[in-house]
Nanobody, 128 residues
């Protein structure tokens, strides 16, 4: 089970940190990612992190502004968002990949189809 939190209303240029707490069996977690969806748009990849080695992956639109990190003890993944823009407004979802690491490759981080479990989403609104 994934529980996302930390969304809110901020102004352009502000920062926000989202959290995603994972409960239950996490030993088979391969990666954790953040996706977002704006009204009328498809869900898009934002960032992901490999649960074991901490390697990170970002969408071009957020590189240099967003940072994903993890706390393996707390089973929590964070998304630090700096220099927020109105176009970052969306519902943000965290999701997890589980299974045999040998069945994944790096390209899988970017597609929602390779994530099995999803959190409920947290709304981020950035005003101009």
């Amino acid at each position: 089970q994934l529980q996302a939190s930390g969304g809110g209303l901020v102004q352009a240029g502000d920062s926000l940190r989202l959290s995603c707490a994972a409960s239950g069996r996490t030993v088979s977690t391969y990666g954790l990612g953040w996706f977002r969806q704006s009204p009328g748009k498809e869900r898009e990849f934002v960032a992901a992190i490999n649960w074991s080695n901490g390697n990170t992956y970002y969408a071009d639109s957020v590189k240099g502004r967003f940072t994903i990190s993890r706390d393996n003890v707390k089973n929590t993944v964070y998304l630090r968002m700096n220099s927020l823009k109105p176009e970052d407004t969306a519902v943000y979802y965290c999701a997890s990949q589980v299974g045999d690491p040998l069945t994944f490759h790096s390209g899988d981080y970017y597609t929602s189809l390779r994530y099995r479990y999803w959190g409920q989403g947290t709304l981020v609104t950035v005003s101009s």
